[in-house]
Structure formats: structure tokens, C-alpha cells
């Protein structure tokens, strides 16, 4: 049995922020095959195919599809003993999330989404005794947005240098090493360290005091 390797580095973390590469998401068959499988494994699309119980035809499809976007990659071949040639793909990052700034900037639908995500989760402070009122929250989404962006920038820079071991440990500890690394990046940025002192008062100067 033969294989051969094509060289690769997975990143942390991807944000996607391109119309398109979103709308190629919105598809729940496309969708499952990054987010439940690849990102936490190479498989080839008979394998692909046997786990989500499609025909491998179709899930080629929806391979070529993602690959077309940059969401999938061919990590390497493999021959079988019978000579049939299996192409094995993984996911470009461990983790992916959507560009918030850069879709407020785009228009109609994905602007509106974007924005309402933002003010949802401020609006979910007041579980945490955080009431921002309305004459405020323009300027509360514009912080938010500036800081989630940088850190974003931050965060996509990261890369997984060795994929063997990273593979090798369990799901909690791949989790606890990216937030760790996370932090230590963000750290070391004036630029983020500004923005977010600058949400902590923010956040701080509403927060209820009289909360037991």
C-alpha cells in the first residue's frame, strides 16, 4: 500500500467572512461533512459517503464545492492493495467563524444578520446584570464589532504545527491548547489589549450594583 503526502498546515482558527463561502455553508449536507467531520478528521468520500448515508457521487459533489471556497483541502492519496487510488480531505482550520465586521459592511441580508448578532449578545448581558440602554447601543455594537475583529485577526494567524499530535489528543485538551495559545496572542496586542479595556468599562459602567 502506497500513499503519497501533500504538504499542509491546518490553522487554529479560519474566519470567514466571504458572501459566497457563507452562502456555500448554508447547506446542511455541506455543512456536516466540515464542521462534524472534517475538522477532526482526514477521510475520503466512500467514508464520507458510509457516514452520512449519501451517495459517494453526491458527496463528491459537495467536496468539490467546498474545495472551490478553500473550506477543503486533499491532505494526501493513498493506493490500495487492488490499486484503486483514495484521495483522503480535512478541513483548512480546526475551528471557523463568521466575520462579523466584514458582513456588516456587505449588504441586504448578511448585513442584517450580522447586526443582529451583535446586539443579541449584548442584549444577553442582562442575564449578568449588564442593561445597555438604546441611546447607547450604537456605540456599543461599533466597540464590540472592533474588538471581536481584532481578535479575530488575531486568532487566524495561529497554526497547527504539529497535526500528529494534535490528532493524538483528546478533544478537551485541543480545545483547552487553542483558547491557552488564544490568549497569549491577544496579550501581546496593544491594539487589542486598547479595545478591549475600552468594552470592559464600557460594560462595567451598566453593570447593576445592587445585584446580590
Known sequence: MNSSNAPHRMKDLEIISDPNTIKVLFDKIRALIVFKYLVNE????????????KNPGNVLRHIERLKSV????????????TGIVQ?????????YRLGIADMIKANGGMRTFAKDRLRNMIMSLEA????????????????????IERENQISSK?????????????THQQE?????????????????????????????????????
Not at 478553500?70 to 492493495?81: D, M
Open 70 to 81: 478553500g473550506l477543503v483541502q486533499q491532505v494526501r492519496t493513498e493506493k490500495t492493495t
Open 158 to 170: 495561529l497554526a497547527i504545527i504539529d497535526e500528529e499530535y494534535w490528532n493524538s489528543i483528546s
Open 42 to 53: 482526514e477521510m475520503t468520500v466512500k467514508q464520507l459517503a458510509d457516514a452520512i448515508g
Open 128 to 147: 449578568y446584570g449588564v442593561t445597555i440602554p438604546e441611546a447607547r447601543m450604537n456605540e456599543a455594537l461599533s466597540m464590540l464589532e472592533h474588538l
Open 176 to 212: 483547552d491548547a487553542s483558547r491557552l495559545m488564544r490568549d497569549v496572542m491577544v496579550a501581546q496586542d496593544t491594539e487589542y489589549l486598547k479595545l478591549k479595556d475600552k468594552w470592559c468599562s464600557f460594560v462595567m459602567s451598566f453593570l447593576k450594583t445592587n445585584v446580590e
Open 87 to 95: 484521495r483522503y480531505y480535512r478541513a483548512t482550520a480546526r475551528e
